[in-house]
């Protein structure tokens, strides 16, 4: 297996992605991957406390060639770290196996304690259990760690992927496999649209339940797991790096980025962030780094607890800090190095930012925009607020005001219209002339759903 050894170097901080651990099933609709709700499970929190220990063991542990000198690993200093948890598709579980793992991560200790005003001295629950403050990131109001859901233009691209010549060449070479499958699958749909929710299906009753697992052929796991990764690096990949395929790894990007700059940055405390997600970002992220192009076993899912970390480290020649990629694809599998953007050894950290940022957005307006989207997630509001806003400078461009005021006021208010109808119209998609920058900009940068980008 691949993974590569590279010269130690002192580690300043780590920007860390995780996979949510074991869960109950789980199903979303393959035309938009609309999720439906599912819980955790014990055996998904052990994988994420274990993790948790092994990153504890990596880089909060003096004696590790990979510790980060500067954090407290005792108490939790909350301006050294920061977590984020997708509080969306699958219900608590992501927010829940980032409490599992932060469980493993900082452990309780005797330390978390306090001298109270009457003179007593207490210490946290369960021998000094601290609690790591998570943000739960709601996609009703933060599209960053779930870009996909509700994007018109993404289930656009991934409707196009299923009419595809590679898709329908791997459908009917699979054809007498897939039907082999239907005594097991419960009467659930048998399409190669429908692969992911075949697989995990497959996969979660080989876990839980033993029936299953004991009638099963021995292969036939494997096999739904291979077209599965076929499948779902299809849906959430695309041949450009910002490409409408790629939308959960661009809008998680710019958390990505903002993290490993606040870590290089001496003046900043912050050295740990982490983020709790789904498998999805992981694809487009090995997608846009190159990093499934160098080391193809990374196109595809990743397992419950896989993590990505991004390592901030000093650089040997004194120069600005670097990154370096590491991947571990679940609790049996162990952190490797790999190879990517282009390159065999660390990366700089303005190459990083530079060339990763043009692909990262994750603000709510492109993201109406680049989706299509008028309605859901916010995007309502801020068409109404802009209409709102261009009737209000309608309205205030006919005062009754003097002559000498008037003209000058008149020239503001005509630009704050201006400005105004500008937005709403661009933002609408109803001005098609005179943005020849703009337009450019955005062809180069492939954010166009045209159908034929995935085949
Ligand atoms: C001090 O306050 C804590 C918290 O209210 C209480 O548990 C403890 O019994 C108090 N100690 C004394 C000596 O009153
Ligand atoms: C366990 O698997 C068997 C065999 O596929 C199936 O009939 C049964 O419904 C499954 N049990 C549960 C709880 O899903
Ligand atoms: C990204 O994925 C697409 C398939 O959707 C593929 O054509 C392209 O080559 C991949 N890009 C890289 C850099 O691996
Ligand atoms: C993770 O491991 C599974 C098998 O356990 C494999 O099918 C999958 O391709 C691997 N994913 C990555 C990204 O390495």
């Not at 080989?206 to 797991?225: M, V």
């Not at 989706?371 to 068409?383: F, H, I, M, S």
């Not at 020239?411 to 937005?423: D, N």
Request: aromatic share 10%; net charge negative.
């Amino acid at each position: 297996m691949a993974g590569v050894v590279r010269p130690d170097s002192k580690v300043l901080g780590v920007v860390v992605l995780v996979r949510h651990g074991d869960r109950s099933s789980f199903y979303q609709n393959a035309a938009d991957y609309t999720p439906a709700n599912t819980i955790i499970t014990p055996l998904g929190n052990v994988q994420e406390y274990l993790l948790g220990q092994n990153l504890r063991s990596i880089y909060l542990t003096s004696n590790s060639s990979s510790f980060i000198s500067t954090i407290n690993s005792d108490v939790v200093d909350h301006d050294q770290i920061l977590v984020r948890a997708d509080g969306g598709g699958e219900g608590g579980v992501i927010f829940n196996s980032a409490v599992s793992l932060l469980q493993g991560l900082f452990p309780p200790t005797l330390n978390y304690d306090m001298t109270l005003a009457n003179g007593t001295t207490i210490v946290g629950p369960m021998g000094g259990y601290q609690s790591v403050p998570i943000e739960s990131v709601e996609p009703d109001n933060d599209i960053s760690l779930e870009g996909w859901t509700d994007c018109n233009a993404f289930s656009k691209a991934t409707k196009a992927f299923y009419n595809s010549d590679v898709f329908k060449a791997k459908a009917s070479e699979n054809t007498d496999f897939l039907q082999s499958l239907r005594p097991y699958l419960d009467d659930r749909p048998i399409t190669f649209e429908n692969m992911w929710n075949i697989f995990d299906y497959m996969n979660v009753q080989s876990l839980h339940n033993k029936t299953f697992l004991d009638s099963l052929p021995p292969t036939y796991l494997a096999q739904a797991r291979h077209l599965a990764n076929f499948h779902q690096y299809g849906v959430f990949s695309s041949v450009q790096p910002n490409g409408i395929g790629n939308i959960a790894g661009q809008t998680t990007l710019p958390s990505i980025l903002e993290g490993v700059q606040r870590i290089g940055s001496s003046s900043d405390p912050l050295n740990f962030v982490y983020q709790a997600v789904s498998y999805k970002p992981f694809i487009s992220l090995f997608n846009i780094t190159q990093a499934a192009e160098m080391n193809p076993e990374l196109a595809g899912i990743v397992n419950y607890a896989a993590a990505m970390v991004f390592e901030v480290r000093e650089s040997d020649s004194g120069g600005e800090p670097v990154i370096r990629f590491n991947f571990k694809n679940g609790t049996e599998d162990s952190f490797r190095t790999y190879n990517f953007m282009s390159s065999t050894d660390d990366i700089p950290l303005s190459t990083f930012v530079n060339t990763l940022e043009p692909f990262g957005f994750d603000d709510l307006p492109t993201w109406c925009n680049v989706c299509g989207n008028t309605e859901d997630r916010g995007c309502a509001e801020l068409v109404a607020a802009a209409s709102r806003a261009s009737q209000a400078a309608r309205l205030e461009s006919k005062p009754a005001i003097s002559a000498v005021g008037a003209g000058f006021i008149g020239a503001g208010v005509t630009i704050v219209v201006l400005f105004a109808m500008l937005g709403v119209f661009t933002f609408l998609g109803l001005l098609t002339v005179g943005f020849g920058k703009r337009k450019a900009k955005r062809g180069k940068y492939g954010y166009d759903t045209d159908s034929t980008e995935k085949s």
